[in-house]
């Protein structure tokens, strides 16, 4: 089956709202405002579940004495799962603030061994997740990590592919529409409201059912 596009979904929106579908998301000022909220809506839905389809690995070898590090292909929507060492075979410690790396840099002296803990520290020049490792490493270490990258915006009509289930995004795409009318008073949103969610509620159960306690990650 194929993947939807940005243009299929926001036809898809447009035929339940009773207008002309297009050949192009931005040949109307509407189409164009649809094709606005289907991003919106596929942002949240991405957000709603650690989709196996937006599942992924990244293998990061360590560098002795650096003790920061670029994750390649990450933003800033990017949820880290796990991570382990796996030269050392064991599991990385995500550290519960930055605040607690910066006490181990300002009041111990500066350790050098395997790293068993990370932050994500900020963002490098083109927006990827930087982590940082304690304690530096003294060797070629290899980590491991394990997240869930969600897809960037819709950005083509027909060359990019949505990763995540429609049927939810089609129906908040369409209750955002809706919204924006204002029409009925509240009740079409209302009726709508509760389609989205149990839609999206049958989306993530299904994905449970297909990635619980088997999920497949790939490699960046």
Do not use: C
């Amino acid at each position: 089956m194929a993947l939807p596009t940005w243009l299929s979904l926001t036809n898809d929106v447009l035929k339940r709202l009773r207008e002309s579908t297009v050949t192009t998301v931005e040949q109307t000022d509407y189409s164009t405002l649809i094709g606005i909220f289907v991003n919106e809506a596929k942002r949240e839905v991405e957000d709603a579940w650690n989709w196996d389809s937006l599942s992924t690995s990244l293998t990061l070898p360590m560098v002795a004495a650096q003790r920061n590090y670029s994750l390649t292909g990450t933003h800033s929507r990017t949820r880290i799962l796990e991570a382990y060492n796996t030269t050392r075979r064991w599991r990385m410690q995500q550290a519960p603030t930055n605040q607690y790396i910066n006490n181990l840099l300002a009041l111990t002296v500066t350790q050098n061994a395997s790293p068993y803990v990370y932050d994500i520290f900020n963002y490098d020049s083109s927006g990827q997740l930087v982590i940082r490792v304690n304690p530096v490493p003294t060797d070629t270490d290899s980590l491991i990590f394990y997240m869930v990258n969600p897809q960037e915006d819709l950005a083509d009509d027909s060359t990019t592919k949505l990763l995540v289930p429609k049927d939810p995004v089609i129906q908040l795409a369409y209750l955002k529409a809706i919204n924006e009318r204002g029409e009925d008073s509240g009740r079409a949103s209302e009726i709508q409201e509760k389609i989205y969610r149990s839609t999206l509620a049958e989306a993530i159960s299904q994905d449970d059912i297909h990635s619980s306690g088997n999920s497949l990650w790939q490699a960046v």
